[in-house]
């Protein structure tokens, strides 16, 4: 497992101002009921900061033609829509809830070039609910190869503040690489061709680049 290249600065800042207040209240609090809860308080936190930019190691599926999700977390959204913004066209829409717990790195779906990239600002809604997709402050991304195209949105929540996407149109990417960052919070929306061979079922738990979400038939199946 490694830490998250995005996350150093911020895991420095709280670890500093958390040290700072844990010397004071032990220094200046007399009353060892009370400093000694908002010490352990304070080192859990400090923990969980290091927790959330984990990166864990993955082992990633065979098979050129299979989606793996974008990231760790529950699957609530799995339905047939219309999409506006790229595709412009009928797609079966895979959503993926991330809680704070949940790894928050996002890994490329397949291997293909980046054939679409846009940042879009918006509202801070609650991630699970339908209006987030569209109304909330997101990315969106596409990347195709051999077997299809699958376009993605990284998905700002109400705690999330920070959304980093490392797409660039015209790139090559490698499935299972990194290619952002949600911090604290949100959701990923995939929409895959209606022809792909759906691999998993709505609540389900998934993991990113371990859990094969969808089969693409590619030309000529």
């Not at 700072?20 to 969980?48: E, Q």
């Not at 609650?126 to 993605?152: C, D, M, Q, W």
């Amino acid at each position: 497992m490694t830490i998250h290249r995005g996350g150093w600065r911020i895991i420095f800042v709280v670890w500093a101002i958390c040290c700072l207040l844990i010397w004071v209240i032990m220094r200046y609090v007399d009353c060892l009921y009370v400093s000694f809860p908002i010490a352990a308080l304070l080192l859990f936190f400090m923990g969980f900061v290091i927790f959330f930019f984990r990166v864990p190691r993955r082992v990633k599926p065979e098979g050129d033609g299979c989606v793996t999700a974008v990231a760790d977390g529950e699957i609530v959204v799995l339905e047939k829509v219309y999409e506006p913004e790229f595709l412009k066209r009928d797609c079966i829409q895979v959503s993926i809830y991330m809680d704070f717990f949940n790894v928050h790195v996002n890994f490329w779906p397949i291997s293909g070039q980046v054939t679409y990239y846009r940042y879009h600002p918006g509202k801070y809604f609650l991630a699970f609910l339908p209006k987030a997709s569209e109304l909330n402050e997101h990315t969106s991304t596409a990347i195709r190869n051999e077997y299809g195209e699958v376009f993605f949105k990284q998905l700002a929540g109400t705690f999330c503040r920070r959304i980093e996407c490392y797409s660039v149109v015209g790139e090559t990417e490698t499935r299972g690489e990194q290619c952002g960052i949600i911090k604290f919070g949100s959701r990923i929306d995939m929409y895959l061709p209606l022809d792909a061979d759906i691999k998993v079922s709505l609540g389900e738990e998934v993991r990113a680049c371990e859990t094969v979400i969808a089969e693409l038939k590619g030309k000529g199946e």
